[in-house]
């Protein structure tokens, strides 16, 4: 398909939606981004770009600096709460860095700004769309009509597009809590430790260190919701002590990020000229690391199968074909990882650490490629193309 015909509405400016955009645009579309937030790249913690992310990022002339700001993590390593290996990373590790979001952010907006086909409206709200690719968005209080040819919702597990349209959506209620932060200290441990109180991950980030936590332990949830800094601390100090310089380095509670996992499942992600992307799809348990990058191969499959589409509705039944399954396996293998990471009771805890992980491990097979859902070399050809 010739993509020099098509206007393209994208409705989010965040990993999935602009990065859309770039690969849409670089293909020839005219594409008009819609992002709510006004300025939108004062957002979020850190992120860690696997392979696959990566080698989209890349092939939309990214690497340079990601592999400029990000830092390499050698392979994701889980740990028991006295630091001992759990699970080692397979080898050779695929690769991965970890980078602050607002980089990541910035460096795909930047990106978006130099791209003579896309325009960007920051402050614009989607608060309707249409199967024929009406969209209405609220804009300095104002109410706005747009008109494309095709609506890309990459708005977020609240997707308005996803509400909009018929897509069979299924979203579950809030499941485990997380809570994570940047802080200026160097005392990253570089691994995911699995531990009494759920998870306690931390790694260097360009000045820094990024760490994330579980927050569903009766005594979390204790602290945060009396927003309790000192008690937070005191928890996780018992639990895992490498987390005391990390959590003595934030400042105010309010520096703390909490974000509840809510899975979205989709029978379809197309509807009419509206077609889902990102967490509108398929928000997912964050235990895999996959969400952004899961955004990020969206992007790329979407451009790959509207090209080598005769027309629309036929390059948008490819991408859907193609994406649902390999979305679907590796959701479900992030819920389990989540499910089992959250294990208190210490005898069931024991079970986990010294009978399944090493069964798991050694059975581990194409554990790789479940993540990656595509080569990284057919999505760095992809953007290149
Ligand atoms: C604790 C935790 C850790 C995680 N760690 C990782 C990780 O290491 N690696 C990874 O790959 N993923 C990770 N994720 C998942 C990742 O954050 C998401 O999957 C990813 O941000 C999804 O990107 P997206 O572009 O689809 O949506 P979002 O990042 O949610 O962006 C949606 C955008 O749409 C905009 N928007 C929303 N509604 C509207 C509207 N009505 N009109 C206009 N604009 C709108 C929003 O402002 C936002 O900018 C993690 C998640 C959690 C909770």
Redesign the pocket.
Known sequence: MNLSQLHVLV???????AATALLLARAGARVTV????AQ?RA?GA?????EN?LAVLESIGLGPAIAARGRAVDGLALVDADSRLLLAPPRPAPRMRMIRRSDLQGLLLDALAAEPRAERQFG????GAERDGRVV?RIDGRVVEHRADLVVG???????IRAAGEFGARVRPPGIA?L?ALVDVEAAQGVEAWTGAGIFGSFAVGGGTYF?ASAGARACRRAIAARDLEALRAVWARAYPPSIPLLAAVRRFDDLIF?R?TRVECRRWVDGRLVL????AH??A?NL???????LVDAAVLLDELRRASDLATGLDAYQRRRRPAVRRVARAAGSMGALAEITNPVARWLRDRLLLPLAARLGGDATSIVMQEPPATLLAIGRA
């Open positions: 409705v989010g400016g965040a990993t999935g939606g819609l992002e709510k937030v939108p957002v850190g992120i860690g770009l696997a992310g614009a709200e989607v608060i968005a990459a708005d977020g597990v609240h997707s308005q997380y994570r994330y974000n996992v992307l990102g967490d509108a928000a997912m964050p690391g996959q969400g952004a990058n899961s955004a």
